[in-house]
T-cell receptor, first 116, second 116 residues
Framework: DGGITQSPKYLFRKEGQNVTLSCEQN?????MYWYRQDPGQGLRLIYY???????QKGDIAEGYSVSREKKESFPLTVTSAQKNPTAFYLCASSDTGTGRGTGELFFGEGSRLTVL | AQTVTQSQPEMSVQEAETVTLSCTYD???????LFWYKQPPSRQMILVIRQEAYKQQNATENRFSVNFQKAAKSFSLKISDSQLGDTAMYFCAFMKTYVGNTPLVFGKGTRLSVIA
């Protein structure tokens, strides 16, 4: 089935460690996004990529890094510079680059990161 | 920058009754898209309904409908005949344009509980 796969679902990290969250899509979508969700804060944009080998910072990019080497993959690294990394992370994709599609975001099931 | 405001952090409704969730937004754009997303306890985000700003007719999807007031920058969601499965977080979202993959801006969400 087509969709977005995030892994792992749950991840524990010690302070000072980097961790990478995986996001893979087989929807052939051009754009991919990472959002962070905290209680009472809604979804906040971390990074997004409109095309392979290109990405832009979102509203809360500090302490995070991404890469887009393949259309299907958009991994997110949470670095030790991120002051408060414990959160729920959502990856999404959309197919709007050439004017087709509806603007709809398709989401993965999310990854819960806990810093111990 | 665009902002989306959901003024009701929590709401509850009796099963089979009707409930309306509020959303206002701020933008200087004339053409844009508005969305309501649902996040049930499973955390999987699902698109509920979508509205294009240039369309005057309010969007409807089965029991879900919107009241789009462009001049007032208001986009409320009405759920009719509420069901227990409607219990979820509901997020209102704004997108400036769908050419160029502009990321969605989300509100902080409204937690809806449907009571039997």
């Amino acid at each position: 089935d087509g969709g977005i796969t995030q892994s792992p679902k749950y991840l524990f990290r010690k302070e000072g460690q980097n961790v990478t969250l995986s996001c893979e899509q087989n929807l052939n979508h051009d754009a991919m996004y990472w959002y962070r969700q905290d209680p009472g804060q809604g979804l906040r944009l971390i990074y997004y990529s409109q095309i392979v080998n290109d990405f832009q910072k979102g509203d809360i990019a500090e302490g995070y890094s991404v890469s887009r080497e393949k259309k299907e993959s958009f991994p997110l690294t949470v670095t030790s510079a991120q002051k408060n990394p414990t959160a729920f992370y959502l990856c999404a994709s959309s197919d709007t680059g050439t004017g087709r599609g509806t603007g709809e975001l398709f989401f993965g099931e999310g990854s819960r990161l806990t810093v111990l | 920058a665009q902002t989306v405001t959901q003024s009701q952090p929590e709401m509850s409704v009796q099963e089979a009754e009707t409930v309306t969730l509020s959303c206002t937004y701020d933008t200087s754009e004339n053409n844009y898209y508005l969305f309501w997303y649902k996040q049930p306890p499973s955390r999987q985000m699902i698109l509920v309904i979508r509205q294009e700003a240039y369309k005057q007719q309010n969007a409807t999807e089965n029991r879900f409908s919107v009241n789009f007031q462009k001049a007032a920058k208001s986009f409320s969601l009405k759920i009719s005949d509420s069901q227990l499965g409607d219990t979820a977080m509901y997020f209102c979202a704004f997108m400036k344009t769908y050419v160029g993959n502009t990321p969605l801006v989300f509100g902080k969400g409204t937690r809806l509980s449907v009571i039997a």
